[in-house]
């Protein structure tokens, strides 16, 4: 299945079936899956507190950002992922967002190619950013599509976080 959103909803009755048993037959087809109850808002709470060790790519991306002194951001994203390509094409390419991402050890991880990285990660949907310290501590995560101006104001907070440590 390819999805054109980073997100679906499913309605169920509770009576037939549990939740356990609807996020158990998503996981078994590869994708990620949470109960969102009340009035449907998500928790935002970091789903994974520090970058996990064993994986080539966030192994190297860290000792860069220790070398650097630098935060990790990394952008989890699928190439059949709608608002990922938004993002690549209108908040990536902003001079600003450019800018401020020079200032980063900036790592894109396409979750359908490390889905072992986006599993460890808990990525439950794309576009899926994290923002890490140089010792691996995820301080942030921003789900969904991000536009310049809010991503830009995202990527200064976080300058700041380095600059007072």
């Not at 709470?45 to 630098?70: I, M, N, T």
């Not at 992922?81 to 001079?95: H, K, L, S, V």
């Not at 501590?137 to 101006?149: C, G, M, N, T, Y």
């Amino acid at each position: 299945m390819r999805l054109d959103r980073d997100e679906f909803a499913i309605t169920y009755d509770a009576a037939k079936v549990a939740p356990a048993e609807i996020i158990a037959t998503i996981k078994s087809t590869g994708y990620t899956a949470r109960v969102v109850g009340g009035k449907g808002k998500p928790s935002r709470e970091l789903a994974v507190f520090s970058l996990p060790p064993g994986f080539a790519l966030l192994d190297g991306a860290l000792a860069q950002a220790r070398r650097e002194s630098k935060p990790v951001v990394l952008d989890f994203y699928a190439e059949w992922c709608a608002p990922c390509r938004r993002m690549e094409r209108n908040t990536f390419t902003d001079e600003r967002v450019k800018a401020l991402l020079g200032r980063c050890v900036f790592v894109r991880v396409d979750s359908d190619k490390e889905p072992d990285i986006a599993k460890r990660m808990s990525v439950e949907g794309l576009p899926d950013i994290r923002f890490a310290l140089p010792d691996g501590r995820v301080i942030k995560q921003l789900r969904s599509f991000q536009d310049a101006e809010s991503f830009s104001s995202e990527l200064e907070e976080l300058l700041r976080k380095m600059e007072n440590k």
